[in-house]
């Protein structure tokens, strides 16, 4: 089987963090984003992975050509010379997607989830058609494209509505799919959307269904997502793999930590946090629902909430960072500063209050 991961551009949501790397090789859960998806792949039977970049490629094939001794699978890079939607990328690939008559799976790199890969294309070879969207329940349909199914034949889609104002239905296309290779014959080569163009006639053809995802989804493409992300993984963690969690008497709740991190057993961690390689914390620390990313320093008796600390940035003593806060690589946060959802671009020292939702260039 084959699989294409849509990597898309410049990741501006993710900013400052995207500003030194790629975002597919931002760590989520103390690894690379895009690992936890090419694990999950490579697990379901997928031997060719197809990454559609148009931004700064030779950073992510240096990074994961490693991974394809170490999964099996071979893995390539389909390179954009204008972004081209999320229906394009995939007519680019279209000598490895169609290289045999399996189906194959395309994913956005932002989604987090259990990815039931396998599931899905057991799903989708037992119904006989097309294409397959995996969709998630939402609480909030109304802000949301929203599947409605055929009444008569079960998850087949019959429409689909965009942002109801009356309800029709709380499943929502999850980023998730699987395809026959004959749809790429109605894709053209220019910047397509999948959504809007393709499935369109998948559905008129009565040839798209749904598959429902159990378990925790989030795109984690923004920083409040990408933290509300990181609670629904460590809970699903907990659940499935409780030994990966951190335990002490200064761990509260779910609490993942790289083993060469130093914590100060004064220290309080936790719950939802994640301590990445080689982050020291010091004495008197609170630290919960955040991020530490590697060689970062959070000195005594800083206040940390709601945050994600970027790779080799200091927090310093008594300071106090709150509110979706993000520092991007090698900041100084000076002793006693005040920072409430600010963004804080690279190499930048800070040594007066930041006001909410500010940005510091």
């Given amino acids: 089987m084959k699989g294409l991961i849509l990597v898309g551009g410049y990741g501006t949501r993710l900013r400052p963090l995207t500003l030194t790397v790629p975002k597919p090789l931002v760590e989520f859960g103390n690894r690379p984003m895009i690992l936890h998806q090419i694990e999950a792949l490579a697990a379901a039977g997928v031997t060719d992975i197809v990454l559609a970049v148009n931004y700064r490629p030779e950073v992510m094939v240096e990074t994961l050509k490693k991974y394809e001794d170490e999964f099996g699978v071979s893995i390539t890079f389909s390179v954009e010379t204008e972004p081209l939607g999320t229906a394009g990328p995939l007519k680019l690939a279209e000598s490895v997607l169609k290289k045999d008559n399996s189906p194959f799976f395309v994913l956005n790199s932002d989604v987090i989830c259990d990815y039931p890969f396998k599931e899905l294309a057991d799903f ?79 559905v008129e053809q009565k040839s798209l269904y749904s598959f429902d995802l159990e378990g ?119 002793d006693e500063i005040y920072i409430n959802g600010g963004k804080v671009l690279p190499h930048k020292s800070i040594s007066v209050n930041v006001p909410k939702e500010a940005i510091i260039m």
């Fill in 216 to 334: 925790y989804w989030m795109d984690v493409g923004q920083p409040k997502d990408f933290l509300s992300g990181t609670v629904l993984y460590l809970n699903s963690l907990s659940k499935r793999d409780p030994a990966k969690l951190a335990k002490g008497e200064n761990i509260v709740g779910n609490v993942l930590v790289d083993p060469t991190a130093k914590i100060s057993p004064t220290a309080k961690v936790g719950p939802d946090v994640v301590i990445g390689p080689n982050v020291v914390i010091g004495d008197g620390v609170r630290i919960t629902r955040s991020v530490a990313l590697s060689n970062s320093h959070i000195k005594d008796h800083a206040l940390v909430k709601s945050t994600i600390i970027g790779w080799n940035s200091t927090v310093g003593k008594w300071a106090r960072l709150e509110g979706v806060t993000v520092l991007g690589d090698d900041v100084e946060v000076k």
């Fill in 124 to 202: 989708h070879q037992a119904h006989g058609g097309k294409g397959t969207i995996v969709a998630t329940k939402v609480d909030e349909p109304s802000k949301y494209g929203v599947i409605v199914h055929d009444i008569a034949t079960p998850n087949l889609i019959d429409r689909f509505v965009e942002k109801p104002v009356e309800f029709v239905g709380n499943r929502i296309n999850a980023g998730l799919y699987i395809l026959n290779p004959e749809v790429i014959d109605l894709i053209d080569l220019k910047p397509t959307s999948i959504e809007k163009e393709t499935f369109p006639i998948l």
